[in-house]
């Protein structure tokens, strides 16, 4: 979840399955081979909309099999505090997440195959807004010519 909770935090689950989570929570939950943790951001049927705290598009549809359980709390330096809340995003961000999420959380209720094919297709796009927004922000001095 980057910033929110960069890699190798250490954090309290309570576990169980999806059903479990609401929108707003950060479920943890099994990626292929890899353990992750982000935001849910809707409940539909048996499958959680999820999307880090950082990303446009939402990850493909977590299963509620796939999730271990919520984060209950965050250790830091041995202590214990709540887990993030959701944190305030970009005005851009702002803008297009009713879409973004709208459209996936519709397209779940159709079938997860489309909800995956929609995401995919979002995941795309921030792949290339990324590379656009690197690219512009390079800075390539010019070479005057002589006379």
């Known amino acids: ?24 929570d950060v ?8 353990i992750v943790a982000h935001r849910a951001l809707a409940c539909v049927g048996d499958y959680l909309v999820t999307r880090g705290d950082a990303r446009l598009a939402p990850d493909q549809p977590v299963s509620f ?8 709390s965050v250790v830091a330096a041995g202590n214990t505090i709540e887990p993030p809340g959701v944190p305030r ?12 999420i709208g459209v996936a959380t519709l397209a779940l209720h159709i079938s997860p ?3 995956r094919r929609w995401i995919h297709v979002l995941a795309w796009l921030e792949r290339g807004f990324l590379t656009l927004a ?5 800075h390539v001095p010019r070479v005057r010519g002589t006379r």
């Open 1 to 24: 979840m980057g910033a929110s909770l960069p890699d190798g935090t250490l954090v309290r689950v309570a576990l169980g399955d999806g059903a479990a989570c609401a929108p707003g």
């Open 27 to 34: 479920v943890v939950f099994r990626q292929q081979e890899e």
């Open 65 to 72: 099999a796939r999730v271990l359980g919520r984060v209950t």
């Open 89 to 100: 995003r970009r005005w851009p961000l702002r803008v297009t997440d009713p879409f973004t």
């Open 113 to 115: 195959g489309l909800a």
């Open 134 to 138: 690197s690219t512009a922000r390079r």
